[in-house]
């Protein structure tokens, strides 16, 4: 999706490598640049038919930030109708509303609706088509649905259109909602005859007349109104070619005459983040059209199918946009509480394309900075609320919508392995339900686990549905030679996960500069693990490589004198009728004494060898007891 970054941000960037830092700054876009609140609510109104074909007339001069459209609109009735409702912004007029030729009449109102009245009822399963011809100046809102602006040392006027999420009502008449995907459309764009206007699909022609240029463009891809767009200025073009295994197509690039040279030097990589993504995820999904950059007045990027507008051509930029024509485009969020099925995943195919092209240790430093961001603030869910949807920036927050999401498709990824995970997210990129549709969360859910056989619905309540992350607690002794004993104990950083089940990795380092590195299956608090090593362990690194969404761990605690503590500490009686003695040696202070549940939460806390335990409820806890010496857990049962 786009990205907006501040000047001041990405004046430094090396536009031919791409860093993790840069992911990060890139991925704020949205968070800073959308800060008003749209209270656009799924019309009802608009759900008892589906569009077929749009033909798309709009006249315009990108010095002016006006607009004259004529837009034709071929449907099919899902109910018999009288009326068709079109989502359209108020502040714009239509003139005339024709069907077959004859006047219809129609009324604008104040929810921003079109409403037409048709010549006569349209039975369920009709077709027919009406055309809307209106004018005025559109009104930006969030993401400048429409917008005029100039560039280079002459300011020479720009147009452009940006429609997500709420934003293609502000200029031409359409059905919003994600539930209605367009089969074909014709775009039309007259402009003066000096300017080049690029839109989404195959040029298929130019006329002039009488200084009027009317550019021709063809897209036969199912199609959400969102992702509809065009672009006016004097563009100088150019193009790569994808060989794609017998059946080329071309990447055309539209930029500023002034940046034309940085440009080449910059888009040519674009061919080979091509060939992994189709590599990995199958065909790219519009091979029968074009693929494009057009250059426009952000700093950031917005993956308009078939053309992605570029405010900049660094290769983070170009990856996260070109990984939308799979994820986003091809397959789209069916809601946009699911919103991270296409910014978690364009983010991460920015990171695998780190670790395409500049190896594990950069892909590395890509974990460690998405990690850092994500936990920066205790809370917040990858998958919004209802009232969340209302907010632009909450939508495409760069913390959760983007990072957090790319992370957990990793830690996917680590638990089911690379096998498995390509495999079910291939699957989900080329289900039939899917493909040129739209998707929700657990359609990926289906995927994923029947590539991998496992049962993801706890994965998914903790990393997507709920907020925050856990924070690790690691003790470990070397009970003999060929053994390692390590306890694993969490705390949640948010209220909504009383447990966070994830596969926890660490690194063994031994004395003679040996390294085994294991995963954990950790899914209850205070549990033991006992591991085979053949070396004596000198250290443990905890989450060595990031691949793990967690903060502040404790990364390793030697238990001193650990048989010295077993021995000398007893508990009685066990198990727990009232009273709970701790009885101690004369060589052993406690420091304090913690009794938790299962899932970790503190019951009792004391200092005092006599706990009363008539408050804990039957069944397993665990005790914690500090002292000079380190620390000794044990199990304990009340009856």
């Not at 005029?148 to 020479?156: F, L, Q």
């Not at 240790?361 to 009232?387: C, E, H, M, P, Q």
């Not at 053994?483 to 690194?507: D, G, K, M």
Request: proline share 3%; hydrophobic share 35%.
């Amino acid at each position: 999706m786009k990205y907006f970054i501040a000047i001041l941000l990405f004046v430094s960037l090396n536009v031919c490598k791409t860093t993790a830092q840069e992911i990060l700054e890139i991925s704020e876009a949205e968070a800073k640049s959308a800060a008003s609140k749209i209270h656009f609510r799924a019309n009802p109104n608009t759900s008892n038919y589906d569009i077929t074909y749009h033909k798309l007339e709009f006249t315009v001069d990108p010095a002016i930030a006006d607009i004259a459209g004529k837009v034709t609109t071929t449907f099919t009735a899902l109910d018999n109708m009288n009326s068709v409702t079109f989502d359209l912004d108020d502040h714009l007029t239509v003139t005339n509303v024709t069907q077959n030729g004859n006047s219809l009449s129609f009324n604008q109102n104040s929810n921003d609706e079109l409403v037409i009245t048709l010549q006569n009822t349209l039975s369920l399963g009709s077709a027919t088509s009406v055309s809307i011809e209106y004018n005025g100046t559109p009104i930006s809102k969030g993401f400048d649905s429409f917008e005029t602006s100039v560039h280079g040392n002459d300011s020479t006027p720009v147009l452009w259109t940006l429609s997500e999420p709420y934003g293609a009502l502000d200029w031409w008449p359409c059905k919003q909602d994600l539930n209605d995907k367009i089969d074909e459309i014709d775009v039309y764009i007259s402009a003066p005859e000096i300017y080049t206007a690029v839109s989404n699909g195959l040029e298929q022609s130019t006329t002039v007349n009488a200084g009027i240029k009317t550019t021709h463009y063809k897209h036969q891809y199912p199609i959400p109104a969102y992702l509809i767009a065009f672009a006016v200025t004097n563009y100088e073009t150019y193009s790569h070619i994808v060989s794609n295994n017998g059946n080329p197509f071309p990447i055309v690039n539209y930029v500023y005459p002034e940046s034309l040279t940085s440009a080449q030097n910059s888009t040519e990589v674009t061919v080979d983040i091509m060939n992994h993504f189709i590599s990995l995820f199958g065909n790219y999904p519009f091979e029968n059209e074009k693929y494009g950059h057009a250059q426009f007045g952000w700093g950031g990027g917005m993956e308009h199918t078939t053309i992605s507008f570029m405010g900049n051509f660094s290769r983070g930029l170009i990856a996260h946009e070109l990984a939308h024509q799979w994820f986003g485009n091809k397959v789209t969020c069916g809601s946009w509480k699911d919103i991270w099925l296409n910014e978690g995943f364009a983010t991460y195919l920015s990171g695998l394309t780190i670790e395409h092209l500049d190896g594990e240790s950069s892909f590395k430093s890509w974990r460690n900075s998405t990690i850092s961001s994500i936990t920066s603030s205790t809370n917040g869910a990858v998958y919004l609320t209802d009232a969340d949807t209302t907010s632009v920036s909450r939508i495409f927050s760069g913390r959760l919508s983007y990072r957090k999401g790319a992370m957990v498709l990793h830690m996917l990824r680590k638990k089911l392995g690379d096998t498995n995970f390509f495999s079910g997210v291939k699957n989900y990129i080329t289900d039939p339900n899917l493909v040129y549709s739209y998707a929700k969360t657990p359609d990926l859910i289906t995927h994923l686990e029947t590539a991998s056989g496992l049962e993801l619905d706890e994965f998914f309540n903790d990393w997507v549905y709920n907020q925050g992350y856990p924070t690790y607690n690691l003790e470990w002794h070397q009970p003999t030679n060929n053994t390692i004993s390590l306890q694993l104990n969490q705390t949640q950083s948010h209220s909504s996960v009383s447990f966070f089940e994830a596969n926890v990795p660490i690194r063994l380092n031994g004395t003679n500069g040996e390294i085994l590195n294991i995963d954990l299956n950790h899914k209850i608090n205070f549990e033991t693990f006992t591991e085979n090593v053949n070396f004596t362990v000198s250290s443990i690194e905890f989450d060595p490589d990031y691949h793990l969404i967690s903060r502040n761990n404790n990364v390793t605690l030697n238990i001193k004198n650990d048989n010295f503590i077993a021995e000398n500490i007893s508990l009685f009686p066990n198990p727990i009728n009232n009273i709970l003695t701790v009885q101690t040696s004369k060589n052993i202070e406690i420091n304090n004494i913690i009794i938790s549940n299962t899932l970790g939460k503190k019951i009792i806390e004391t200092k005092n060898k006599q706990i009363n335990a008539r408050q804990l409820s039957k069944g397993i806890y665990f005790i914690t007891i500090f002292t000079d010496y380190g620390d000794l857990h044990k199990k304990i049962v009340k009856n």
